[in-house]
C-alpha cells in the first residue's frame, strides 16, 4: 500500500474575480470551464457572496491537490478541472469523484481511496488530499 498526496492553497480574491455574475447576471467562462454544473449548483446556493466565493475557491484547491496527488498536475495528460468533482456527503463532508482521463490514471495508480480536507480563512482556501494505492509502484 502506498499514500499518494498533494496539497494546494488558493487566494479568495483571485477566485472572487473570476466566478463574479456578469452584468447580464450569467455565470463567467471560469466557472463552467473549471465546475461541473453539480459543484456550481453547490458554490452558489448560499445567500452570501463571500460564503459562496470561499466554496469556488476550496473546490479549485481540491482539483488542484487532487492532481498532484495523482502525479500528474492540472491540465497534464488529458486531466481537466471537469474530471475533478468535489461533492458533499449528507453531513457535508467533502469527497471526490473522478472522471475521464482523473479516474484513468487513478486506476493505473491503482488507488482505492482518496479522501481530501478543505480549510478557509480570510483570503486563503486549501485542500490536502490523500490517496492509497495498492498495485504497480511506477506507472509513468
Request: with cysteine.
Amino acid at each position: 500500500m502506498r499514500i499518494l498526496c498533494g496539497t494546494d492553497i488558493v487566494l479568495v480574491s483571485r477566485v472572487r474575480k473570476n466566478t463574479a455574475l456578469k452584468d447580464d447576471g450569467s455565470l463567467p467562462a471560469f466557472v463552467t470551464k473549471c465546475y461541473t454544473p453539480d459543484e456550481t449548483e453547490y458554490c452558489m446556493k448560499p445567500s452570501n457572496e463571500d460564503k459562496r466565493v470561499e466554496r469556488f475557491a476550496a473546490r479549485f484547491a481540491a482539483k488542484e491537490a487532487v492532481s498532484k496527488a495523482l502525479g500528474t498536475g492540472i491540465m497534464t495528460m488529458g486531466i481537466g478541472f471537469l474530471d475533478i468533482e468535489v461533492k458533499a456527503d449528507e453531513l457535508g463532508a467533502p469527497y471526490i469523484v473522478l472522471k475521464g482521463e482523473a479516474k484513468k490514471r487513478a486506476d493505473d495508480l491503482g488507488i482505492v481511496s482518496i479522501a481530501i480536507s478543505l480549510s478557509h480563512d480570510g483570503d486563503y482556501a486549501i485542500c490536502y488530499c490523500t490517496a492509497l494505492a495498492e498495485g504497480k509502484e511506477d506507472t509513468k
